[in-house]
């Protein structure tokens, strides 16, 4: 706590810590060792960011040896065998005075606890770190982003879906800290390999407000022999609701109208996912014939 009269530190400016004096020997004064600087930096507790001060040593990258530097590391034992903190020091290029990429990168991973933590924050949240700012916080949200879609993304006719994993694997990590709701349908040929993927609706997915047709209408026009439904719960629990239940019986429905079977529908949470297909509801098979 700031005495009196003093202003408290900002996140980020360094503050001078108390003397340390050594004691006195007989007929000799006291001797201070001198004052140490330490940078406010945020870390998360009970009630929020509280204010730690970071008392270790900085070195600029160019103090540290060349083969403990993170793109020398990278060339020699791949990305695999560096840290996160590493690997997002490479995506910043630099730190800021007094505090290398390394250092800043190891600060903002431990501030949210953890990288999926970090990858689910907001610009603003990001931007606010001590030494990141605006542009570093947009290069670590695409670095994030691209590692998303890669997941999520596959060639045409090369993923077969054997099992309702095949696809949750893929989707959970794109889809499930999804601030709204997003409702999927996944194309698939005869032999169940993925034909393509659309996204239908964004916003409130209730059985009131979306369209059936429109479930079907790639489907159609691509020659699809069934559909996966696939949906987020922004809440992160992917527990079925009864909008959910009646959305996928309609669904089964109109496919066995148009000879188009729903094989299953899948609800996706932050880290988990609800097939409803082994969950019991009845489902059409693949070729099935209304």
Known sequence: MA???????????????????????????????GVREATVVPRTGP???????????????REVPPEERPRERLA????????????????????????????????????????????????????????????????????????????ADWPAGRLLVRTPRDLADRLVPQMGRLEREELRVILLTAKNQVLGIRTVYQGN??????RVGELFHDAVRQHAAGI???????????????DDLHLTAEA???????????????IIGHDSFVSLRDRGIAFDRPGAKA
Do not use: C, Y
């Open 3 to 33: 005495k009196p009269g003093m202003a408290a530190p900002r996140l980020g400016e360094p503050v001078a810590l108390p003397l340390e004096r050594e004691p006195a020997a007989a007929g000799r004064p006291v001797a201070a060792r």
């Open 47 to 61: 009630g929020g960011i509280a204010m730690e001060m970071a008392r270790s040593p900085r070195r600029a990258l």
């Open 76 to 151: 020699v034992r791949g990305p695999a065998g560096l840290s996160s903190a590493e690997l997002i020091a490479i995506i910043w290029g630099s730190g800021t005075a007094g505090r290398n990429a390394v250092d800043l990168a190891s600060d903002a991973v431990a501030v949210h606890g953890g990288l999926a933590s970090l990858a689910a924050a907001t610009p603003a949240e990001l931007a606010m770190l001590p030494g990141v700012g605006t542009a570093r916080a947009a290069q670590l949200l695409a670095a994030f982003e691209l590692g998303r879609r890669l997941i």
């Open 205 to 210: 997915v209730s059985s009131t407000l979306v």
């Open 228 to 242: 996966i439904l696939v949906h987020n719960h922004p809440s992160g629990d992917p527990t079925p609701s009864p």
């Open 252 to 266: 089964v429905a109109a496919g066995r109208l148009l000879d188009l079977p729903v094989l299953d529908h899948l």
